[in-house]
């Protein structure tokens, strides 16, 4: 039942900086735990971010002191910051939460994925 709707993505040159946003239904998102992953192309889908409810990130190896991740709970969005940009960060990213309906039954949501294109 909850709906993601990201935005942000586009064509940026190293170095650069991107500022990705997830719009997220519902007030429940306040009580969700949230996710950004990425997929580049012949890659594996691969987790790039995570904050809590409580707003505590964490960070794949890969991007930590480029990125940042954070939430405006008042307007049920979710933001990825991306400093320092390079050719590697080439992918589709998207946000996530996993939505607990009760102890034992949970459902996955998705983005519909926005483009990040790094290059000169």
């Known amino acids: 039942q909850v709906q993601l709707v990201e935005s942000g993505g586009g064509l940026v040159q190293p170095g650069g900086s991107l500022r990705l946003s997830c719009a997220a239904s519902g007030s429940i998102f306040r009580f969700n735990d949230m996710d950004w992953y990425r997929q580049a192309p012949g890659k594996q889908r691969e987790l790039v971010a995570a904050?809590?409810?409580?707003?505590?990130?964490s960070y794949a190896d890969s991007v930590k002191g480029r990125f940042t991740v954070s939430r405006d709970n008042t307007q049920n969005t979710i933001y990825l910051q991306m400093n320092s940009l390079n050719a590697e960060d080439t992918a589709v990213y998207y946000c996530?939460?996993?939505?607990?309906?009760?102890?034992?039954?949970?459902?996955?949501?998705w983005g519909q994925g926005t483009q990040v294109a790094v290059s000169s």
């Open positions: 996530h939460t996993k939505t607990v309906v009760r102890p034992g039954l949970s459902f996955d949501s």
């Open positions: 904050i809590t409810s409580g707003g505590r990130a």
